[in-house]
């Protein structure tokens, strides 16, 4: 039920690009987006609810394919502001259950 | 104080011991869900609930009770502690779910060590 998500672990320099998977085996509706930093709760980045549908928030932006049941989350420029570990999540389309996938942890350095 | 708070914060106790987490909002989300953080599986979902009284098992029941009487609170009980549920527990409440998805909003984390 959980996503995996891919890569595990990055670490980028300042102004470099990343890009992070998030995939499922079920039939999603949705896919969120979270950034966790280290020791506090997940924080909401963006919701994606269509498929195909690309949204972004500053330099960070992601796609969600509805039928290959994939979402992907694009830094651009990375900031050390973006270090942490980011989280994908998924609802389904039946169903209240919602899944979190296994987390990339991302390291930005000067 | 309007959110979403966790207590207690910090708990150690023993194997076999029983102990609740406490989960209070403040917003009257329908949903609510319990997850567990453990180095390298990421958040896993244990309990959630779509209403009062009405709650569902996730992907790691086991050993699990969870309840909730009250729109606000929901509570998670472990029934007897054993040390493989050392672990951060995360609370977490939402406007929607399914395909009225929306953003979770979580509490700050309960970190209980079973010895």
């Known amino acids: 039920q959980q996503p995996v998500q891919s890569p595990q672990a990055v670490i980028l320099r300042e102004g470099e690009d990343a890009v992070i998977n998030c995939s499922s085996s079920?039939?999603?509706?949705?896919v969120h987006w979270y950034r966790q930093k280290h020791g506090e709760a997940p924080v909401f980045l963006m919701i994606?609810?269509?498929?195909?549908e690309q949204k972004g928030h500053e330099k960070i932006s992601a796609s969600f394919n509805e039928k290959k049941q994939q979402s992907s989350l694009y830094l651009t420029a990375s900031q050390l502001s973006y270090s942490g570990t980011y989280f994908c999540g998924t609802a389904k389309n039946t169903g209240n259950q919602f899944y979190f996938g296994t987390g990339t942890s991302l390291t930005v350095i000067p | 104080d309007a959110g979403i708070t966790q207590s207690p914060r910090y708990k150690i106790t023993e194997t076999g011991r029983q102990v609740t987490l406490m989960c209070h909002q403040t917003?009257?989300?329908?949903?609510m869900f319990w997850y567990r953080q453990d180095l390298g599986h990421g958040l896993r979902l244990i309990y959630y609930s779509a209403a009062a009284d009405i709650t569902d098992k996730g992907e790691v029941p086991d050993g699990y009770v969870v309840s909730r009487s009250k729109t606000e609170n929901f509570p998670l009980t472990l029934e007897s502690a054993t040390r493989s549920q050392t672990s951060v527990y995360f609370c977490?409440?939402?406007?929607?779910?399914?395909?009225?998805?929306?953003?979770?909003?979580f509490g700050q984390g309960t970190r209980l060590t079973v010895v």
């Open positions: 917003w009257s989300h329908s949903y």
């Open positions: 079920k039939a999603l509706y949705s």
């Open positions: 977490a409440s939402s406007v929607g779910q399914g395909r009225d998805s929306a953003e979770a909003f």
């Open positions: 994606l609810l269509k498929g195909g």
